[in-house]
């Protein structure tokens, strides 16, 4: 900004050397007052011009009237008589369009002024060494003018873009946090309310057993305490054959029995993690939706889709499962390694979940 209204300044030094031309001329007394005043509007609407955009917010038509008064208010002091050296102000006229308008109209119009002024000053008796270097200058200043636009155009695009590419990763962050969140806890405090509700039942009769549940309960809080620090650090890294271990406890709570097919297949890791997010998400909503006597997990391996089945035996309403944060985020989990999710009541009761994943060979 400084250095732009800096730049404009030292610009415009070259403006003043046509105005003592002015008072030097035979020109009237009258048309040399105008011609002043004219001189004065031009380089107001110059500098309005070139700072537009900074604190001035020119719209685009206004833009085209003030370039338009940059070109015909030269073309008028030199009709009343000004000095040839006011040819100068054309130089101003196109590095004002070149920083204000689009490349290709700003390249026309430089070409065109510089035919212009060439034409019309060796039309009015300049010398030709004049006129070389007044259509040298419009063509040089207005295409380095053009430009220096492009490349300020270039930059804030560049910025823009990096802005949001910054926001997307922030974004992108802060979904991986909430979706593993929610299902850490989610499942976590979903056995711990189980455990702690069986505790309860059992104080009375079997004080033994009730403790045991109890100290599950301790060690699931205290395991879901470490598992929320490192996912909200961002390395928290969940393995299959352990969502394994933890659904097959959680649904012996429940009473739920519980059968596992597959659980010696090799996935690659990212398939694991996503399989192990789903059987965990998975057997957490057979614990809380189903009301089931029987879980099934199977895990396969073939032609190139590792697949994975949650299913249970449970009274899954046949009406269409009202959208959970659960299910939509394992979508997004199987959708990043480009795999689908179909989850939904099975024809002959119970609830079914299916996550495939291709897997490369
Ligand atoms: N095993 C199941 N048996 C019966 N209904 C189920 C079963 N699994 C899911 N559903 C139904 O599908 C819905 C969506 O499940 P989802 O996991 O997305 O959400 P949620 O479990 O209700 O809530 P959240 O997972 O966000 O805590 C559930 O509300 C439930 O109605
Ligand atoms: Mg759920």
Redesign the pocket.
């Known amino acids: 900004m400084l250095r732009l209204t800096a730049g404009v300044g030292v610009g415009l030094l070259f403006i003043v050397g046509p105005v003592s031309d002015l008072y030097r001329s035979s020109m009237g007394t009258a048309r040399v007052a105008v011609t002043t005043v004219l001189w004065i509007s031009f380089v107001a609407l110059y500098v309005l011009t070139m700072r537009a955009g900074y604190r001035l917010r020119l719209g685009p038509r206004a833009t085209l009237v003030f370039i338009a008064a940059l070109l015909v208010l030269p073309i008028v002091m030199l009709s009343l008589g000004a000095p040839g050296s006011f040819a100068i102000l054309f130089v101003y006229f196109v590095a004002a369009a070149g920083m204000r308008l689009r490349a290709d109209a700003a390249l026309v119009i430089v070409v065109a002024t510089a035919v212009g002024v060439g034409i019309a000053a060796t039309a009015t008796g300049s010398k030709g060494d004049a006129v070389a270097s007044y259509v040298l200058v419009i063509v040089a200043i207005g295409t380095m003018m053009t430009a220096f636009n492009r490349q300020i155009r270039v930059n804030r695009e560049l910025q823009a873009a990096r802005h949001e590419l910054a926001r997307f990763a922030v974004t992108d962050e802060r979904l991986r946090i909430a979706r593993d969140l ?1 299902d850490l806890l ?1 499942h976590s405090l979903s056995v711990i309310n189980l455990k702690s509700e069986l505790a309860a039942k059992l104080i009375e009769t079997d004080a033994k057993r009730a403790a045991a549940e109890l100290a599950d309960v301790q060690a699931v809080g205290r395991q879901a305490l470490a598992e929320v620090r490192e996912a909200v650090q961002g390395y928290r890294q969940l393995a299959l054959v352990d969502a394994l271990a933890g659904a097959q406890s959680a649904l012996a709570a429940a009473g739920i029995a519980y059968e596992v097919d597959g659980a010696q297949v090799r996935l690659p890791a990212d398939v694991d993690e996503v399989f192990a997010w789903a059987v965990r ?1 998975g057997t ?3 614990l ?3 009301g ?1 006597a029987h879980c099934a997990v199977r895990i396969s391996d073939r032609a190139g889709e590792a697949t994975l089945v949650v299913e ?1 035996d ?1 009274a ?2 046949s009406q269409a ?8 985020g394992l979508s997004e989990r199987a959708a990043r390694l480009r795999g689908r999710l179909e ?1 939904g ?1 099975r024809p002959d009761g119970g ?1 079914r ?1 299916q996550l495939v994943v291709p897997v490369s060979q």
């Open positions: 929610h989610g998400e957490t909503n057979v809380r939706h189903s089931a249970d449970g899954a309403s499962a009202p959208a959970g944060s659960g299910l939509a989850a009541p609830f979940l």
